[in-house]
C-alpha cells in the first residue's frame, strides 16, 4: 500500500496486530480507553481517530465510508502491521467490514460490537434526532439524550442523581468536532454487500439491552457473515462503561484462539 493516512493514532503493545475501529462521535480513548491495556498485553495496537476526533482535524467534507476504511488499513500499515485483526465497535463495524472486503490481504479476523450492516428504519428515526440534537445550540438536552439513548437502563438506573448529573456532563464535554460528519456517515451506511464476502474467522458481539444498534442489526450481521460466532453481552450501547472487564474477555478469548 502506498497511499498514507491523516489520522492521529494511538500505538500501544506488542505481539499481533489489532486496529481498532471506534464508534460514531467517539474515539479511541473514548470507545476502548478502559480495554486499551488489556488488549495491549498480547496485541500490538494500533487505534486512529476518525476526522474530527480525538486528534485528528475534522474532514473538509462529508465522510467516505471507503475512504475511511481505506485511511485506517494505511494507519496500521504505517505503524509496520502487514496483517492484523479488527476490532470494530458501533460505526467501527461497518469500517472494519469494508476494510476486510478492501484489503482482504491484510485483514486476519473481526471483531464487531454493538453494530450494524445498515440502520433499520427505527434506528434511522434516532440518527434523525441525534442530528436534530448535535445541529441545535442546546448542549444541555443533547447530553441529556445521548446518555438516556446510549446506556442501558439497568445501568442508568442504578445511579443516584448526583451519579447521572456526572454522566450528562460527560456527555456534554465528549461531543467531537466531527460528530455530525460521523452521525450523518452512520445513517448512510449500507455494507449488506460486503457480509457475504467476509473470509476471516468474525465474532459478533450483541450488546443484549441496546437500544441504539439493537440486537436486531448484531444478529443480521451475524447471520451473514460467513461461520460469524455470535456472543451476547449484558450491556446498552456503552460497553466499555458498562461491562469492560466483560467486553475485553469476549475479545481477548476469541482473537487468543485465532493465534493457537
Known sequence: MTSTSPLARIVRGAGPGLLLAHGG???????????LDGLAERHRVVGPDYPGSGRTPRASGPLDLDT?????????????????????????????????????ERVTALVLTATFAQPSARMRLLVEDWLRH?????????????ALIGAGAPYLDRMTPDQLAMVIKGARASVPPGAIDQVELV???????????????SLVISTTLDTMATPYHHRQVADGIPGARFAELESG????????????????????????
Open 237 to 260: 450501547h456503552l460497553p466499555f462503561v458498562e461491562a469492560p472487564d466483560e467486553w475485553l474477555g469476549l475479545i481477548r478469548t476469541f482473537l487468543d484462539a485465532q493465534h493457537a
Open 68 to 104: 475511511l476504511a481505506d485511511q485506517l488499513v494505511a494507519a496500521a500499515v504505517e505503524q509496520g502491521l502487514d496483517t492484523f485483526a479488527i476490532a470494530g465497535y458501533s460505526l467501527g463495524g461497518p469500517v472494519a467490514l469494508r476494510a476486510a472486503t478492501r484489503h482482504p
Open 134 to 146: 448535535l445541529r441545535s445550540d442546546d448542549q444541555e438536552a443533547t447530553a441529556r439524550w445521548a
Open 187 to 201: 445513517g448512510r451506511v449500507d455494507v449488506r454487500e460486503d457480509l457475504g464476502r467476509i473470509r476471516v474467522p
Open 25 to 35: 462521535t467517539g474515539s479511541i480513548d473514548g470507545n476502548y480507553g478502559p480495554i
